[in-house]
């Protein structure tokens, strides 16, 4: 058991942090579009620095990082504030469906831009009447004339009004079982028969979208990994969640942590007995997500397979997540529930977190049936 | 970064597994527990074995070994319930070890590495240690208080035995008297230790607890299906799971940090004895309610299980004790 890094690991994390000093883009500009902006111009500086693609084998134009480089990369990202890149989708789920199902075409056509951040993909896999149950997803995909026509509703579409591509499944046959009908497509977004809406949350954001296609056009040569396979490569990018995730949502947690203690501190509530508790609390819960994290890393390298720990990390974030904000807005009191507070902000978001993404319900299935191996109730 | 035992500490680990696996069936615990005693056998084998003085350093008869390797047999030792003085006697070498003079060191820490002539901590308040586990067989006793730290023989100290919930160990409780030398090093990092040695076994006592209700949600059927089918059990189980690894990873980090990182040591010793205080508790609790009537039942093994828990909680600070601890420790390293 060795908790520190090795050599070659921390030279690889300071440089990384000094590289991150030296570029770092600044704060956020307000406004939907310059922010967006900022973004994609960060993922280019990443891009030109060989850090776009981190996991991607190297002939794909990635770094063929291990493990620990990921969860490495998703600390400091986090340590050091810096934005997500524009396309975070493309790269964490998109690209590594391509690289794994897709024809050498579609890699040559689609990988580099996914990168670059010249083109942004969204993802049309959740629907008003398929949340958690996804393959019973109603969106219908016909064949006509050597191509495909799409028509349904997707929601929960983060980045489509900005995006080049949809990762979409589409029931391509209804009449088999829900799993075997289903197809994956890459979808131009910039067509007529494409309708983006924007989705007000209860922050009264719209950072979702839904999004409605009428006979949307789809070539043959867009789809991944064949016709009706779709649910497997869907799974695929479903899984594709980065190994450091849990190790990154960990420092990103931290950094609120400690945003939390200076607030608690500066209103005097860490001298306040319930308070002080509940702020140690959640300290050790903060940390016990990095630990857990930094275990499953283990056991995967180890082993080649997550153990039990590896399937926790996205529970236990959305819990520790909700609880360092309520525990804000708890030491702001009547302050804490003004509109435009970041607190309030946060507060409100953080309910997000055990439903995106897969519910923490969902989760705790996987984890009784798959991991205690208790009987499924269907 | 590795987050893992290596090859000898798994081998420790496989062995003290299958020893106790096969010394303490759930009958012989019932034997034992319901005797209020111990079995001096398979001390006697055990300390053959090395594990008294796993952590104690050579030259005092020890195995020259580290904290995790101590928390290893802990976290076993939990799992099995094992009716022994080991936790006690433990955490009295890792006090002496940080904090004795060189006297008191060869004095005591042979003794205790050898597992002949034991030790045991007790935390005093209001001037007495009221939970002192072992106290009547040791004959080395630390009391610990705010005020400062004693060495006492224990024939000089008043020793009064008390029945606790928990009889797969004996407890006693101690008037701190006047008697005894101080004990003047640093106790904290012998403390730390003793914690996060308790933390381990809540660890292996929630493992265990866990295991039991998966089992039985897996056997137990009612409407026509095994419990384990149904959420509300099932995600009882799950939430199970999720606290023993916490206290798991807090426990092995502490421990990792006791040998690697002493800086670090307090802090995360508090963090895992809060954590595993709970968790231990908890996950019992859960059990149980997985169980149903037959949980409630004495002749069932699970309230052997809990009522540790609840002792192992109190033991070396309690979850309180350690949170507040950690809200004044990590605001210092910030």
Request: with cysteine; net charge negative.
């Amino acid at each position: 058991m060795d908790l520190t890094l090795s050599p070659s690991e921390r030279e690889f994390r300071d440089e990384l942090r000094a590289w991150l000093e030296r570029n770092h883009p600044g704060a956020e500009p307000a406004g939907e579009d310059a922010a967006f902006d900022h973004r994609r111009r960060w993922q280019r500086q990443l891009y030109d620095a060989g850090y776009a693609g981190f996991s991607w084998p190297a002939e794909y134009g990635g770094r063929g990082a291990t493990l620990v480089e990921q969860a490495l990369f998703g600390e400091e990202m986090a340590r050091a504030r810096a934005p997500a890149p524009a396309n975070v989708l493309g790269l964490v789920m998109g690209g590594p469906v391509v690289i794994t199902h897709g024809t050498d075409e579609q890699k040559e056509r689609w990988l580099k831009p996914i990168l670059t951040g010249d083109e942004i993909w969204c993802q049309g896999f959740s629907e008003p009447e398929s949340g958690s149950d996804l393959a019973s997803l109603k969106t219908r995909a016909v064949r006509s004339n050597g191509e495909w026509l799409v028509t349904g509703q997707k929601v929960w579409t983060t980045f489509a009004q900005k995006a080049k591509y949809c990762m979409l499944v589409a029931r391509t046959d209804p009449d088999v079982p829900k799993h075997q009908g289903l197809t994956y497509f890459i979808m131009d977004m910039e067509q007529e028969a494409v309708q983006v809406r924007p989705l007000h949350q209860i922050t009264g954001e719209p950072e979702f979208n839904e999004l409605f296609m009428e006979e949307a056009r789809v070539p043959d040569g867009n789809v991944v990994g064949g016709v009706g396979n779709g649910w497997g490569v869907a799974i695929t990018t479903l899984m594709n969640e980065r190994a450091g995730l849990g190790a990154s949502a960990a420092a990103t947690c931290r950094i609120t942590l400690d945003e939390l203690r200076a607030l608690a501190h500066e209103r005097g509530a860490d001298q306040d007995p319930v308070l002080r508790q509940r702020l140690a609390q959640v300290t050790i819960e903060v940390e016990l997500l990095r630990l857990n994290s930094w275990r499953g890393l283990t056991q995967i390298m180890k082993k080649g397979v997550p153990g039990p720990e590896g399937s926790l990390p996205k529970w236990q974030w959305a819990e520790v997540n909700q609880t360092l904000t309520e525990l804000a807005v708890d030491v702001l009191g009547e302050e804490g529930v003004y509109w435009g507070s970041p607190w309030t902000y946060r507060l409100l978001r953080s309910r997000a977190n055990s439903i995106e993404g897969g519910t923490t319900e969902i989760l705790k299935n996987i984890v009784a049936e798959r991991v205690l191996g208790l009987p499924r109730l269907r | 970064m590795n987050f893992d035992f290596s090859d000898d500490q798994h081998a420790i680990k496989r062995t003290a597994k299958e020893l106790l696996a096969s010394r303490f069936d759930a009958g012989r615990i019932r034997e034992l527990a319901e005797a209020a005693r111990y079995d001096d056998d398979v001390w006697t084998e055990v300390a053959q074995l090395g594990w008294p003085g796993i952590f104690v350093d050579e030259a005092y008869g020890g195995q020259g070994l580290g904290t995790v390797e101590l928390i290893i047999l802990m976290e076993e030792l939990g799992h099995a319930l094992a009716p022994l003085p080991f936790l006690s006697n433990a955490a009295a070498g890792l006090v002496l070890a940080a904090a004795g003079s060189d006297g008191q060191r060869e004095r005591w820490l042979p003794g205790i590495a050898s597992g002949e002539a034991r030790g045991t901590v007790g935390l005093v308040r209001d001037g007495e240690a009221r939970l002192v586990p072992d106290a009547d067989s040791a004959e080395v006793i630390l009391l610990l208080g705010h005020e400062g730290a004693t060495v006492v023989e224990a024939a000089a100290a008043e020793v009064e035995p008390v029945a606790t919930m928990d009889t797969t160990r004996r407890y006693a409780r101690i008037r701190a008297g006047t008697g005894g030398e101080p004990l003047e090093g640093d106790r904290i990092a012998g403390l730390s230790r003793a914690a996060v040695a308790v933390a381990a076994e809540l660890t292996g006592i929630a493992q265990r607890a866990m295991e039991m209700a998966v089992e039985y949600a897996r056997d137990r059927k009612q409407f026509d299906r095994p419990i384990g089918a149904y959420q509300a059990v099932s995600h009882r189980c799950a939430q199970m799971l999720l606290e023993t690894e916490g206290a798991r990873s807090a426990t092995y980090y502490a421990a990792w940090a006791g040998d690697a990182e002493p800086e670090t040591l307090p802090l995360a010793a508090c963090m895992a004895k809060a954590y595993a205080s709970d968790a231990g508790w908890r996950v019992c609790t859960s059990s149980l309610q997985v169980h149903g009537g037959i949980g409630f039942t004495w002749e069932h093994d699970l309230h052997f299980l809990l009522k540790r828990a609840k002792v192992d909680a109190l033991l070396y600070g309690t979850a309180s004790e350690h949170r507040d601890n950690v809200a004044e420790l990590s605001a210092s390293v910030g």
